[in-house]
């Protein structure tokens, strides 16, 4: 069936770096995609989404790239800090249910 | 404002009994969503109600239940659990489904059945 994945478990960073973190998706008929964070002991938190008629989108510190020719999705965390370790998951809405399909997860480590 | 909440925290629950894990919302959400998380698994969907008196069946829905009495509660019913049961649960909500809106998550239920 469709699904939508990771290509890396874990990134580790230092404080200060950017950080890029990928999806592979394998749904052509999706049409939104969005990046959620969940810290430690909470739920997913929205972060920024994307519809597939754009390639780029930027938010506050935030860039998601969808590159639709190779179902690609990634997530950049310009400056990246402390506060910026969780696990982020991409999700994907397809078709017409509307519902979300998420991703694995990456686990983002800021080193200070 | 307390957004989306739900009860218990975490609940440890001998094999074979029922259990109830609450949800709440009050931001007047019409579509809400049970999902659980498993490790490297990622957030996989229950149940979801599209608004108060409907309610669907999404990817995992064997040994669950959901009723949607009102607008602002979605409880999701273990009738009879077992160990494979044992995830932890989020509760979400979103505006509607005719098109994607946000999904805010509560804060989640960690279920142990033993």
């Known amino acids: 069936g469709e699904s939508v994945g990771l290509h890396l478990p874990t990134l580790s960073v230092q404080e200060g770096d950017n950080s890029i973190i990928n999806c592979a998706y394998s749904n052509s008929a999706s049409d939104y995609f969005i990046w959620y964070k969940q810290e430690s002991g909470k739920g997913p938190q929205f972060i920024i989404d994307i519809r597939s008629n754009m390639d780029k989108r930027q938010g506050q510190r935030v860039t998601v790239l969808l590159n639709k020719t190779v179902k690609h999705l990634s997530l950049q965390i310009a400056a990246t800090q402390p506060g910026d370790s969780a696990v982020y998951f991409c999700a994907e809405i397809g078709g017409s249910n509307y519902k979300l399909t998420f991703g694995k997860g990456t686990l983002l480590t800021v080193n200070p | 404002i307390a957004g989306i909440t739900q009860a218990p925290t975490s609940q440890i629950l001998a094999a074979g009994r029922r259990m109830t894990l609450r949800c709440t919302q009050d931001m007047r959400h019409n579509a809400m969503y049970w999902y659980r998380q498993d490790l490297g698994l990622g957030l996989r969907l229950i149940h979801y109600s599209n608004t108060a008196g409907t309610t669907g069946k999404g990817e995992v829905p064997d040994g669950y239940s959901v009723s949607r009495a009102n607008t602002d509660d979605f409880p999701l019913t273990l009738a009879s659990a077992v160990p494979s049961q044992t995830s932890v649960y989020f509760c979400?909500?979103?505006?509607?489904?005719?098109?994607?809106?946000?999904?805010?998550f509560g804060p989640g239920t960690r279920l142990t059945v033993l």
């Open positions: 979400a909500s979103a505006t509607g489904t005719v098109s994607y809106n946000e999904q805010f």
